[in-house]
């Protein structure tokens, strides 16, 4: 009974660590996907929004439904204050959280370290995403 319990109260599936070599997808032996992205100190929040989404479509559409692990990596956009300049603060708190984890089963951020979505990964990706604001 206990057993069955905490099989309830985790993430339905555990990848393995597994962070790309380099940028782009990589399908690993697990039968899950791996995405490393790094935002450049030239992208903009936009630039980082657009690139990111546009990786999670593209390995939806090349691995459909595979459990999708997300590494982001982020050059410059720094401050004295916080470590990152406010647009990749909120990009990472407030954007990331609220809009992209929902389509990974796990990522890893550079102000949250790895983390496990608590629930399922969902793959009704939108067709596009649409910034206002």
Request: proline content about 8%.
């Amino acid at each position: 009974m206990i057993d069955d319990f905490e099989k309830d109260e985790g993430p339905q599936f555990v990848p393995q660590y597994s962070k790309p070599d380099a940028p782009g997808i990589a399908m690993n032996f697990d039968n899950t996907v791996s995405i490393l992205h790094i935002v450049r100190d030239t992208d903009t929040f936009e630039d980082a929004v657009s690139n990111c989404f546009d990786l999670i479509k593209q390995s939806q559409t090349q691995y459909p439904d595979w459990p999708r692990s997300f590494f982001l990596e982020i050059e410059g956009h720094e401050d004295d204050k916080h470590g990152f300049d406010s647009d990749f603060v909120e990009f990472q708190q407030e954007f990331f959280f609220a809009t992209l984890a929902h389509f990974v089963t796990a990522f890893e951020l550079p102000l949250t370290g790895p983390l496990l979505n608590p629930n399922p990964q969902r793959n009704d990706l939108p067709d596009q995403l649409v910034i206002s604001g």
